[in-house]
């Protein structure tokens, strides 16, 4: 059983920063991807990353903004926001797929294990 465990998450105002974090328990070539749900809307893409890191995947309403990199020596993943806005807040979750090359990167069905996820508020 493989678990994720995410941090980095918290309070910041519109135009900041954070930096999420993803630990991987077990080793393993797993492709990687971050997902959010804000309150009473469905969880959706956010950004995903094969194992080797060569191809890396964004949602349009965050390209330009975030940023995922990998460091396996670590078995951690990250997700860097920047320009945070409003609209960004949500809940985050990373998650595991045993598919390295991601082939259905932007589907939660590609993903076989999920974080408990982590908080992310931006206030105006």
């Known amino acids: 059983q493989v678990e994720l465990v995410e941090s980095g998450g918290g309070l910041v105002q519109a135009g900041g920063s954070l930096r999420l974090s993803c630990a991987i328990s077990n080793f393993g070539t797993y492709g990687m991807g971050w997902f959010r749900q804000a309150p009473g809307k469905e969880r959706e893409f956010v950004a995903a990353i094969t194992w080797a890191g060569l191809d890396i995947y964004y949602a349009d309403s965050v390209k330009g903004r975030f940023t995922t990199f990998r460091d396996n020596f670590k078995n951690t993943v990250f997700l860097q926001m920047n320009s945070l806005k409003p609209e960004d807040t949500a809940v985050y979750y990373c998650?595991?797929?045993?598919?390295?090359?991601?082939?259905?990167?932007?589907?939660?069905?590609?993903?076989?294990?999920w974080g408990q996820g982590t908080q992310v508020t931006v206030s105006s």
């Open positions: 998650a595991a797929a045993k598919d390295p090359q991601l082939r259905r990167w932007v589907s939660q069905d590609a993903y076989d294990y």
